[in-house]
């Protein structure tokens, strides 16, 4: 029956989707935040335990999430101070290059004494009237496009609002959320599955926090190396392509490409020869740091060898492609220590059987 009514569920799914979609973007969202919280939180609560008067765990809680909300927007905004001025200045010495040799351009032509009767005969050849007929008829379309792109964004802008309202209410009340979702699950679940979920979940929020930290130390390397390497190679803007390398290495999938093609292109604007220096070194930068760095860095993290963190990164450059690779270990991570736990569970079984014999 729902065959039949393909479109009609396919409508109601999407329905679905876009409707559930801010509270999943606030989870994730809050996912993220949760581990510097944590981390804030503890080291608050070992600072003001000789305190004679010590704050409460509420209060504790409210501080590090304005001091992590802090520390982001801290890092976002001299992220933008660095970057926008540079772009500025590249689009304006681009600007002053253009018009110093405007005159010699036009000196060149002048002294080539080029015929330009093929551009009048095809102007003469054009149909204004029909021409100007078609531009008519298009802008129905453009403007129909237009409406689109505009409410698109406004879509995603308010979805975006109500998923950081959400991961705020996440993070500020995160105990309460984990009592009432255990609850949930010792009640609707077997004993046996509702353990078994509990601790998945558990493994899970551990090795997330564990591969975070991890891929953050990774990311300051990252950056450390790619300013130094632009240095070496009298490249420009090296301080600059750090820090951003450094900030788009925690964005999953796409953070490489963001970073690799705003600094080519900033280059581009000083160099073109220098571009082609600049992607080389990068990709070199990136291939070390890949191979070398990032297995001993995040393994040791989550608890993988080299090799294993290697493997996973391998394996999901082949499946997802380059940006991709590096954020595989995580799942690989959980899933090895599954199986481990599930073949202690079978040796201890085997050897108790075996013992009993």
Not at 29 to 42: D, H, Q, S, Y
Not at 333 to 341: E, G, I, K, M, Q
Request: aromatic share 10%; net charge positive.
């Amino acid at each position: 029956m729902a065959l039949l009514r393909l479109s009609s569920v396919l409508t109601f799914a999407a329905q679905l989707v876009d409707l559930v979609l801010p509270i999943l973007a606030g989870g994730i969202l809050a996912l993220f935040i949760n581990v510097p919280m944590t981390g804030l939180e503890k080291r608050l609560k070992r600072l003001f335990c000789k305190a004679k008067k010590q704050p409460s765990d509420k209060a504790l809680h409210l501080l590090s999430f304005f001091i992590t909300l802090l520390g982001v927007v801290l890092v976002l905004v001299l992220a933008l101070t660095l970057l926008i001025p540079e772009l500025v200045q590249s689009f304006h010495s681009l600007y002053v290059q253009i018009e110093a040799n405007i005159p010699r351009w036009t000196a060149y032509l002048s002294a080539q004494d080029t015929n330009m009767d093929w551009l009048m005969h095809w102007l003469e050849g054009i149909d204004w009237e029909q021409l100007l007929h078609r531009i008519t008829n298009s802008i129905d379309t453009v403007l129909v496009n237009a409406v689109g792109a505009v409410s698109a964004t406004v879509n995603i802008v308010v979805t975006a609002s109500f998923a950081l309202i959400i991961s705020i209410y996440m993070s500020l009340g995160a105990e309460s959320l984990c009592h009432h979702a255990r609850t949930l699950v010792c009640a609707y679940l077997k004993p046996s599955h509702a353990a078994g979920l509990l601790k998945f979940c558990r493994l899970f929020r551990q090795s997330f926090a564990n591969f975070l930290t991890g891929q953050c130390s990774e990311a300051v390397i990252l950056g450390v190396l790619m300013t130094l390497a632009f240095s070496v190679f009298r490249i420009p803007y090296g301080s600059l392509v750090g820090m951003l390398t450094a900030i788009c290495a925690i964005i999953p999938y796409v953070g490489a490409l963001i970073s690799c093609v705003v600094s080519v292109f900033l280059v581009l604007l000083v160099d073109p020869v220098l571009a082609v220096r600049c992607l080389i070194v990068y990709l070199a930068v990136q291939f070390i740091e890949n191979q070398f760095i990032y297995p001993r860095v995040v393994g040791k993290s989550v608890g993988l060898s080299p090799l294993y963190t290697l493997v996973a990164a391998m394996i999901g450059g082949k499946r997802n492609g380059f940006c991709h690779e590096k954020f595989q270990s995580f799942p690989f991570s959980v899933s090895l220590f599954r199986a481990a736990a599930s073949a202690a569970r079978r040796s201890a079984r085997s050897r108790s059987a075996w013992l009993r014999r």
